[in-house]
C-alpha cells in the first residue's frame, strides 16, 4: 500500500498512542473515550496502514510486535509536533485559564499546600476550578492516563513510563507523645521505650501502611521488633487529637507534629531507629507535559512550596530540595 497516497486521519495517532500505551483496545478505548468497536477498528486500519499486527496475543496477554515498540518513540515525537502546530501562539495567560484542575495529594500535603495553592489560583487563574482529592495510589497512575487526574504530590518510589517525577522537598520523622504520658517523661526515647508502648498507624487508603510507618517497620525488622497497634487512622491528620488524648505514640513529618505541639501539649522526640528523610514528588502524565496551562500550575506548585517551606528546615524540620 502507497501511504502517501491515503487520506490518513489524525486520530488514528492518538489511537495507536494509547494502543501502544494500554496493550489493550478496551482499555485504550477507555482512555480516549471511544467505544470498543471504534478502536478495534481503528487497530483494523492501523494494521492495514503499518502492515504490521501491532499487538499480539500470548500467554501472559497482549504484547507489542517489534515493529511497535520501533513506533513508540515515533508516536510520541508526532504527538509533540501536532501539539506545537496546534497551539496557541499567544503567551499563555492564567487569568483566561478556564476548566478544572484535578491534583490528588496525600492528607498531609493537602494540609500543608492546598489552601496556599487554591488562594493562589484565585488570585491569578481565577476561572479555573481547582478540585484537590485524597491520593489513592491503588489506581492513581491509570486515572492520570486517563485524564481523571491531573498531578499528584506526596510520596512515590517510582513512576511508570509516560511520567514524570520532580521531588519537592525533603520530611524528617519524630515521634509523638503527650505532655502528661505516664510512663515517659524525659527528653530521649530509647528503643525500649518506644518498643514498650502501644502505636497508632496510620495509612493512606487501599494501602496497610503509610510510606512513614512503612519505613519504621522496615527498620525495626531488621531487629526483629514489631509494635503494639493501639489504633489506626486512615488520616494521619487525626493522629495528633488521638495521642494528645491517650498514652499512644505515633510517627510522623516533623513539621506536622510542630503544629499541634503546643495546642494539644504534646512531645516530640527523635525517633530511636535510623529512618532516611523522605522526598515529597510532584507526578505528571506525558500528556499534560507540554501543555503551556499545566507547565504554569506546576510552577505554581513550586513556588508555593517555597513560600510556605522557606523558613521550614530548622523550625519545623522541612528542608527545600536545591
Avoid at 479555573?128 to 491503588?138: G, K, P, S
Wanted: hydrophobic share 45%.
Amino acid at each position: 500500500m502507497d501511504v502517501s497516497t491515503q487520506r490518513i486521519e489524525v486520530s488514528l495517532l492518538f489511537c495507536l498512542e494509547a494502543l501502544l500505551a494500554e496493550k489493550s483496545v478496551t482499555r485504550a478505548a477507555n482512555r480516549l473515550g471511544m467505544s470498543q468497536p471504534g478502536m478495534s477498528n481503528a487497530l483494523s486500519r492501523l494494521r492495514e496502514l503499518t502492515r504490521d499486527p501491532l499487538l499480539v496475543r500470548t500467554g501472559k496477554g497482549m504484547e507489542l510486535t517489534p515493529r511497535a515498540l520501533e513506533l513508540s518513540a515515533l508516536v510520541k515525537t508526532g504527538l509533540s509536533v501536532l501539539e506545537d502546530i496546534f497551539s496557541d501562539p499567544r503567551p499563555f495567560e492564567p487569568a483566561r485559564a478556564e476548566g478544572t484542575l484535578t491534583v490528588a495529594m496525600s492528607d498531609s500535603m493537602a494540609l500543608l499546600l492546598g489552601t496556599h495553592l487554591i488562594g493562589r489560583f484565585d488570585l491569578e487563574a481565577p476561572q479555573l476550578c481547582v478540585a484537590i482529592q485524597r491520593l489513592d495510589h491503588t489506581n492513581l497512575f491509570a486515572l492520570m492516563a486517563e485524564g481523571r487526574i491531573d498531578m499528584a504530590v506526596g510520596y512515590a518510589t517510582q513512576v511508570p513510563e509516560q511520567m514524570y517525577a520532580s521531588d519537592l522537598l525533603i520530611q524528617s520523622l519524630s515521634a509523638i507523645r503527650s505532655a502528661g504520658h505516664p510512663r515517659i517523661q524525659n527528653h530521649r526515647l530509647t528503643l525500649d521505650a518506644f518498643m514498650r508502648e502501644r502505636h497508632v498507624l496510620t495509612a493512606a487508603p487501599n494501602v496497610a501502611l503509610s510510606w512513614a510507618e512503612s519505613s519504621v517497620a522496615e527498620a525495626l525488622k531488621s531487629r526483629n521488633l514489631v509494635r503494639t497497634v493501639g489504633a489506626r487512622v486512615s488520616s494521619i491528620v487525626l493522629a495528633p487529637e488521638i495521642v494528645a488524648s491517650s498514652s499512644l505514640l505515633c510517627t510522623m513529618p516533623t513539621w506536622l507534629a510542630r503544629r499541634s505541639e503546643v495546642a494539644l501539649q504534646l512531645r516530640l522526640h527523635a525517633l530511636p531507629v535510623d529512618i532516611a528523610p523522605f522526598k515529597t514528588t510532584m507526578v505528571w502524565h506525558e500528556r499534560t507535559h507540554r501543555q503551556p496551562l499545566h507547565q504554569w500550575v506546576r510552577a505554581a506548585m513550586r513556588q508555593v512550596v517555597q513560600e510556605v517551606c522557606a523558613d521550614c528546615e530548622h523550625r519545623e524540620g522541612l528542608p527545600l530540595l536545591a
